[in-house]
């Protein structure tokens, strides 16, 4: 059983910057395609950013060039670096793992079959 915490989220004013963590208990991510996803009041959850097994980044377009994926896979964590926060990242933050195969296919979340209990991510104008 794959176990997925989050962490690194918080408040800050429009411009500003977050680093959040997602460490797997017991599981690499060297196989696997992993993802960070979002939900906002409302909402329906949304993909943000995913990494292939073979370090491969997919960004959804509204955070194209603010958000940055990576991971380490010697300390079983998955990163999501976020720069120019909006007051429209404004959301909960899930981390997620695909483990029926290594790379990513979409952002569909039907298809992770593990995932974190989230952190809260709040930007203000």
């Known amino acids: 059983q794959v176990q997925l915490a989050e962490s690194g989220g918080g408040s800050v004013q429009a411009g500003g910057s977050l680093r959040l963590s997602c460490a797997s208990s017991g599981y690499s991510f060297n196989n696997w395609c992993t993802s960070w996803f979002r939900q906002a009041p409302g909402k329906e959850r949304e993909g943000v950013a995913r990494?292939?097994?073979?370090?491969?980044?997919t960004y959804t377009a509204s955070v194209k060039g603010r958000f940055t994926i990576s991971k380490d896979n010697d300390k079983k964590t998955l990163y999501l670096q976020m720069d120019s926060l909006k007051p429209e990242d404004t959301a909960m933050y899930f981390c997620?793992?695909?483990?029926?195969?290594?790379?990513?296919?979409?952002?569909?979340?039907?298809?992770?079959?593990?995932w974190g209990q989230g952190t809260q991510v709040s930007v203000s104008s």
């Open positions: 997620a793992v695909d483990s029926t195969t290594s790379a990513c296919y979409d952002f569909s979340p039907v298809r992770y079959n593990y």
């Open positions: 990494i292939t097994a073979l370090g491969t980044a």
